[in-house]
């Protein structure tokens, strides 16, 4: 199913943030080998909500989850993406990508595009490294500038484009170093630094450029699926159009119609568990704001209303008396949370009462 809609703007209250410890920005550091989303007093009583990406790529480390962490926090909201992750030459490579960014922009995240300069050699791979970490310094410095930057996150991250270029090129050199300080390979830096040249072209064709690998991965996408899914029904393509006429991609894990309705279900499995985990649950919950805010959702045919749908499913069954405390507590939040911003959640086979 080929889909098309609008986004014109975002309204979502979250329910499941976790409270963010806040940290003195001296020790941006410590905060980031310790806390996937955090706050930070960045002086003068200024204070932003800061979330990172272990990897440029949205399916490593559940980076939605961090991103949802921070929604609740009523000040401008941080995230820091490293522009290239190279694991080594028996690791994988990974470059941002403007739907990346595009999707920030939407939810009103300040993205910093950061580059990681030290690591440690693998225990269990030779041409692998791992524990990677930022340049402090630099991260420091941007953040410190968001506060009191005048417009909003979309023109920040315009700007944060334009300098990718520049970063990438930092980015490369400094896996030079570190291959040859621990003594592992890296992916070919001629491949890289092509993606570099495109990325020097400015920001539009670096639009251009991820768009295509966007569409790619998309397509692929459209016919896999991956372990922490559960289908029934057909897959979608989704194609949003943003107020300012840019366009990004996504694939819906399951869509049906119903009368003049179109329901759009992000799914989330669990093997051996009661319930799907937190952050898969949260994961999805990223996009129920995207969902649950769509307008002018149409095929190439026809118009319809949509109807986001998180559908969470379990191998064994579902019993709500077999469920702990904590368990029955994430469910009653997270319906609380589905009937507040207008979404369905669907356990198994059956919707939730929301």
Known sequence: ??????????????????????????????ALSTRSAFGLNVGMERHVAVSWWVSAKRTRSYPYARVYDTLAFSGKRVTIIPIIKDEGIEGDRDFLQWDTISLMSL?????????????????????KITNQRFDIGYLRGQIEDVPSY??????????????????????????????EKLSVPMHSKDSANRRI????????????????????????????????????????????????????????????????????????????????????????????????????????????????VLKLTTATGFSRQQLNSTERNLVDTLKQEAHHNRFKILLNNDFLDT
């Open 150 to 179: 005048q417009s909003d996150a979309l023109h920040w991250n315009l700007a944060q484009v334009d300098k990718a270029g520049i970063i990438a090129t930092q980015a490369i050199e400094a896996y030079s170093k570190l291959s």
């Open 197 to 308: 040249s495109e990325l020097l072209k400015g920001k539009g064709t670096f639009m251009t450029l991820s768009r295509e690998l966007a569409k790619k991965a998309q397509a692929r996408e459209s016919v896999t699926i991956q372990p922490k899914e559960k289908l029934a029904r057909e897959k979608a393509i989704l194609t949003i159009r943003n107020y300012l006429g840019g366009y990004y991609y996504f694939t819906v894990d399951e869509a049906w119609i119903a009368g003049s309705d179109l329901y759009l279900a992000e799914a989330k499995h669990t093997m051996y568990s009661k319930l799907p985990s937190l952050g898969d649950v949260k994961d999805g919950l990223l996009k129920m704001i995207l969902f649950s805010n769509l307008k002018n959702v149409q095929t190439e045919t026809q118009e319809y209303s949509p109807i986001a």
């Open 107 to 127: 939810l009103g995240i300040y993205v910093i595009i950061g580059f990681y300069i030290d690591a440690e050699n693998s225990s269990r791979y030779g041409g």
């Open 1 to 30: 199913m080929q889909l098309h809609a609008e986004i014109t703007g975002i309204k979502y209250t979250p329910f499941l943030c976790r409270t963010l410890e806040v940290f003195p920005v001296d020790s941006l550091g410590t």
